[in-house]
């Protein structure tokens, strides 16, 4: 029976998760769904060169739906808002909700600006 599958992000941690899944797994073993909250893959280890100049915009925001076309990857652009492990559902912003077999979460992180007294007005991530 084909289980589903299901990716939290489309940075590098979700988008390598998918083809490398889908690599292994036909599409009768498994259905993959993607959910990031841009349709874009961002080139994160080249956003300095854009803050400088280096780059245009277009070069470090790759289209998630061009990455993984022909891989069979469901793809929905939204915001992930809860997951309910007990249920294996998540919600996402729109009000759907996504039941999985297996969940990757690959949302990133956020800059811990508590741990040096004022860097959050004083630091930038
Ligand atoms: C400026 C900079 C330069 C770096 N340079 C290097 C380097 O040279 N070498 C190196 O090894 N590492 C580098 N890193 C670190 C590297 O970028 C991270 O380790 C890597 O991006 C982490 O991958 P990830 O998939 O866990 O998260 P991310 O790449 O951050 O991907 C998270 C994804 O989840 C999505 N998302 C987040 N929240 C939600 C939500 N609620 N709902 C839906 N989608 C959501 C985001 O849109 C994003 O697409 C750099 C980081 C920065 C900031």
């Known amino acids: 029976m084909s289980k589903h599958i299901v990716i939290l992000g489309g940075g590098y941690g979700g988008l390598l998760t998918a083809l ?3 690599k292994y797994l036909s599409a009768e073993e498994a259905q993959i ?3 990031n909250k841009t349709p874009f893959h961002q080139i994160v280890t080249e956003l300095h060169r854009l803050a400088v100049g280096g780059l245009n915009e277009g070069n470090v925001a790759l ?3 061009k990455l993984l076309r022909g891989k069979d990857v469901d793809i929905r652009i939204n915001t992930v808002e809860k997951i ?3 249920q294996k559902q998540v919600s996402l912003a729109n009000g759907a909700s996504i039941s999985y077999d297996t969940l990757v979460i690959a949302l990133g992180s956020e800059t811990a600006f508590s741990a040096f007294r004022g860097s959050k007005k004083t630091a930038s991530p």
């Open 63 to 65: 289209p998630l739906e």
């Open 33 to 35: 769904t993607l959910v």
């Open 84 to 86: 309910a492990l007990d």
């Open 20 to 22: 490398t899944a889908r």
